[in-house]
C-alpha cells in the first residue's frame, strides 16, 4: 500500500458494525489507506451514494417503526463509507465498507439477508468496478476494470471477495468468477467463509415456501431462543424482493468505485446468474478525456476538469438490466450524446419501464453530481458528502433526509 499500511481484517477492510433490525446507528473508525490531502491543506472533495434495492414497497402497510429500521441501516452504511473517505481513503474501499455494512444486516436482500432459490439455498453475486486504478495499488493495469462473482454459497461479505480478486490480477485475471474456486483464492487473502445457515433467515425462508405454495414450517435451523439475536422479529418492507445494494464512491482523488451484492431474486432457479455481476448491466463505471477544443476551452473557462468518470449500480429485475446493457449505457449517454449524469441514468431506468422492467440505479459522476432514479414504488437509497451528513429515502416521492 502507498503509505506502508496494511488492513488486517478479511481482505483488506475493517469489520462492518454488526447490524440487526433493531441495532443503533454509529460511525467506524478507519486507517487511513493512503496520505490525506487534508495533510497537505488542500479541501477534499468526495461522496458516496448507496442503494439497499428497488421493488414493490408498499408504503401504507408500513410502520414507522420499520422505516426507521431500514433508514438507520441506510445510515449506518453511508457512515462507514464515509470514515474511509474522510481519512482519505480509496473510493474502492469505501464502497465496500458501505455494501459490507449492509451485507451483515438482514433487512437487505445481500449477504446476512439473501433470499433463496427455488431450492431453498441462497446463491450470492456481487461485483467491483473502478473508473481508475486505486492509488494505493499502482500495479493493477488500467485494463483491469472490475471483476463479477456469482454462485457464493459461502462467503460472509460478497463484497470483500470481489474486492480479493480485483486486486489479484495475476492469480485471479479474468472479469467473471463462480462458485468454489473463487471462494477458496479469497479465502487465501483472508475473506470469511461461513457455513450456509449463516445466511439463514425466518422471514426470507417463509416468503421463499409461500412463494411456491408450500409449508412454511418445520424451518430448516430453528432459532435458538438465546443466541442473543432477534434477526425473525420482523417482516421486510419489501416482499418477494428482486433488488440488491450497491454503493458508489468518489474520492479525494477523483477516482470513482462501484460495487454491488446480492442474493438475486427470490425462488430464482439454481445456478441462475442475473445482472449484479454482469459487467455493464448491473455496475460499470469508466473515465474518458474530453474531445474538441470548443468544448475543451469552454469546460477550463468553467473551471472544470478535462476528464469526466462515471459509477453505476443498479437494482432491481436483473434479467432486463442484462437486454438493455443498462448500467454501461448511462456512461455511453453522456460520452457520446453529452448528456448529464441525472438526465442519462433518468432515460435509461425509463427505458427498463417500457420493456416492463421495475428497478433503479445510483450513479455519480467525478463532479459530485448524484442520481437516484427508479421507476417503482420505492427503493432503498442515500448519500453522504463531505460534511458527514447521511440523507435517507425510500419511497419513490420521499425527499432525502
Known sequence: MGNGEAWRYSGGLPPPAPCTPTTTMHSQEKTPLIPSRKARGNKPKYTLVIHGGAGTMDKARSTPELRAQYKAALARALLAGHAVLSAGGEAMDAAVAAVSSMEDCPLFNAGKGAVFNIAGKNELETSIMLSRPPASHPEIPPTRRGAGVTLLTHA??????V???YLLPGDAPHTMFSGATAEDIAASQG???????????????????????????PLPYPSKPDDGKDDNAWVPLDQLPTGTVGAVALDERGCIAAVT????????????????????????AEEWTVRGWFRKAWRRLQGKSQRVAVGVSGTGDGDYFIRLATASTIGRRMKYLREPVQ???????????????????????????????????GMYRGVVREDGVPKTAIFDDDELE
Open 191 to 217: 475473506v470469511e467463509l461461513v457455513d450456509e445457515s449463516y445466511f439463514f433467515t425466518e422471514a426470507r425462508w417463509r416468503e421463499h415456501r409461500r412463494g411456491l405454495g408450500l409449508p412454511e414450517e
Open 261 to 284: 451484492s446480492t442474493g438475486g431474486r427470490t425462488n430464482k432457479l439454481v445456478g441462475r446468474v442475473g445482472d449484479t455481476p454482469v459487467m455493464g448491466a448491473g455496475f460499470w
Open 343 to 377: 438526465r442519462a441514468a433518468k432515460e435509461c431506468v425509463e427505458e427498463l419501464r417500457r420493456d416492463g422492467g421495475v428497478g433503479g440505479v445510483i450513479a455519480l459522476d467525478n463532479a459530485g453530481h448524484v442520481a437516484m432514479p427508479l421507476n417503482c414504488s
Open 163 to 165: 474486492r480479493a480478486l
Open 156 to 161: 460472509r461479505n460478497p463484497s470483500k471477495l
